[in-house]
């Protein structure tokens, strides 16, 4: 198969009618804290919203999965896959020398004078991520990618 497209009108996998639900559907994350909820989410073309969440604790920060058990509905539609996570990435800790893991709190970035206290990372199949970081309260701010 070549590149995923994520077009409902040219489905990228279809499903045979006789596969029974669930459905397990492994998603590879890279970057992204161990033990992490990993949502599975189905739009489908008609009908409401199917969601699944498992944790991706199999492999290390760098790569890792998360299975996901979901019971697909039937018909065309739209799957993705979105992680929230406080972690913006490695810091230097001065006092012993070594990397670890930087919380986005631990940043001070704030928006209309508020910290921001996690962010979501949306991805379709073959589509771009979409990242949002969120505030304590819960305002939520789409990163704009140029």
Request: proline share 7%; with cysteine; hydrophobic share 40%.
């Amino acid at each position: 198969m070549g590149s995923p497209s994520g077009v409902l009108a040219n489905p990228d996998v279809i499903i045979p009618a006789q596969q029974s639900n669930p459905i397990p559907i492994v998603v590879n994350c890279a970057n992204i804290p161990l033990n992490t909820e990993i949502s599975v989410v189905v739009h489908p073309a008609n009908g409401p919203d199917v969601q699944a969440v498992a944790m991706n604790n199999v492999g290390n920060l760098a790569s890792s999965t998360a299975t996901v058990s979901l019971n697909m509905p039937r018909g065309g539609g739209i799957i993705y896959a979105k992680c929230v996570s406080g972690v913006t990435g490695l810091g230097a800790d001065t006092s012993s020398k070594e990397l670890r893991i930087k919380s986005l709190a631990e940043t001070g970035w704030t928006a209309d004078g508020e910290r921001f206290s996690k962010m979501e990372i949306a991805a379709t199949l073959g589509g771009s991520q979409q990242v949002t970081y969120i505030t304590e309260s819960g305002k939520r701010y789409p990163l704009a990618i140029r």
